[in-house]
């Protein structure tokens, strides 16, 4: 079974605008962890942020937040004020403690184009 | 820091060819990991190593072997490559609890 649904294939967004990106995540693990990457067509993979299953706020970083909605399985991202240099494909992943091996299951991801 | 780092970074091989993929990391991780990443997908697990002298099988390992040679490097064998290993290849690392998994610049591999 899928773990994590990016149901957005790809994206397009204006300077300076907000976009929000979807994932959604399915486990029965009570402790999990949510992350985002990027990659731009450079290649590299990109950590962005990160949401661990017990935190109790949504986690941010910079122009970067992560709407954490637990009860729906949701794990959005909102990238804000977008730029030029956000065009990149945007992956989220999920880590279940419970394997005790910290490995991630990745989403298909999305693609986002900024436009000027 | 250097990070994580992979060798090659371009191979081309033919149907039936071997190599392995290189992968060390500077970091002091117990975990490291290769992925696999087709057109237009997501990364797939292709073998683990949750600390040095184990490994274990990903959701993708069929046509592929691993060594954890010692705590820093990890390496991916490819014994008779076939076209559909056509790929990006990336391997990555992480510590015990670390909110982050750490990825080299991957290698781009074309089976012809």
């Known amino acids: 079974a899928q773990k994590i649904t990016q149901t957005q294939p790809g994206m397009f967004v204006q300077e300076k605008e907000a976009v929000t990106l979807d994932c959604t995540y399915d486990?029965?693990?009570?402790?999990?962890?949510l992350f985002w990457y990027k990659q731009p067509s450079s290649g590299e993979m990109i950590f962005l942020i990160y949401q661990g299953s017990y935190d109790q706020q949504n986690a941010t970083e910079g122009r970067y937040s992560l709407n954490f909605q637990k009860a729906r399985k949701s794990a959005n991202l909102v990238i804000s004020a977008s730029q030029l240099g956000d065009s990149a494909m945007y992956f989220c992943a999920m880590r279940e403690v419970r394997s005790n091996d910290y490995k991630l299951s990745f989403g298909a991801g999305t693609t986002v184009t900024v436009r000027a | 820091n250097a990070g994580v780092t992979q060798t090659p970074k371009f191979q081309v091989l033919k149907t039936g060819q071997s190599m392995t993929l290189q992968c060390a990391q500077d970091m002091n991780h117990n975990s490291m990991y290769w992925y696999r990443q087709d057109p237009g997908m997501g990364l797939r697990l292709i073998y683990y190593s949750a600390s040095e002298g184990t490994t274990d099988k990903g959701e993708v390992p069929n046509g592929y072997n691993v060594s954890r040679l010692n705590k820093r490097e990890f390496s991916l064998r490819l014994e008779s490559a076939a076209p559909s290993q056509t790929s990006v290849y990336f391997c990555?690392?992480?510590?015990?609890?670390?909110?982050?998994?750490?990825f080299g610049p991957g290698t781009r591999l074309t089976v012809l």
């Open positions: 486990t029965s693990d009570p402790s999990y962890g």
């Open positions: 990555a690392s992480s510590d015990w609890g670390d909110n982050e998994q750490f």
